[in-house]
């Protein structure tokens, strides 16, 4: 027979994570698009003027933009 030793690691896991838990924000829209240059679908999460490719680092102006669910 084996004593129950994960029963106590469990419960350990379970108070640090009800302590320390992390907060996240909700984001209900945001705007894709594929770089020109290295074809990376880049995600923003909002309208600016300016954005960067987040695989090649180039930045691009935005030109226009649409709501992909209307
Ligand atoms: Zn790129």
Same mark, same amino acid.
């Given at each position: 027979?084996? *004593?129950? @030793?994960?029963? @106590? *690691?469990? +419960?350990? /896991?379970? +108070?640090?994570?009800?302590?320390?838990?992390? +907060?996240?924000?909700?984001? =209900?829209?945001?705007?894709?698009?594929?770089?020109?240059?290295?074809? +990376?679908?880049?995600? %923003?999460?909002?309208?600016?003027?300016?954005?960067?490719?987040?695989?090649?680092?180039?930045?691009? *102006?935005?030109?226009?933009?649409?709501? =992909? /669910? %209307?």
């Amino acid at each position: 027979m084996r *004593k129950p @030793q994960t029963n @106590q *690691k469990t +419960t350990k /896991i379970m +108070t640090n994570g009800g302590r320390s838990m992390d +907060t996240v924000d909700l984001i =209900a829209s945001g705007y894709e698009w594929t770089c020109p240059k290295c074809e +990376t679908l880049n995600e %923003e999460i909002e309208v600016t003027e300016k954005v960067s490719c987040r695989n090649c680092r180039r930045i691009f *102006k935005v030109q226009d933009y649409s709501h =992909a /669910i %209307e």
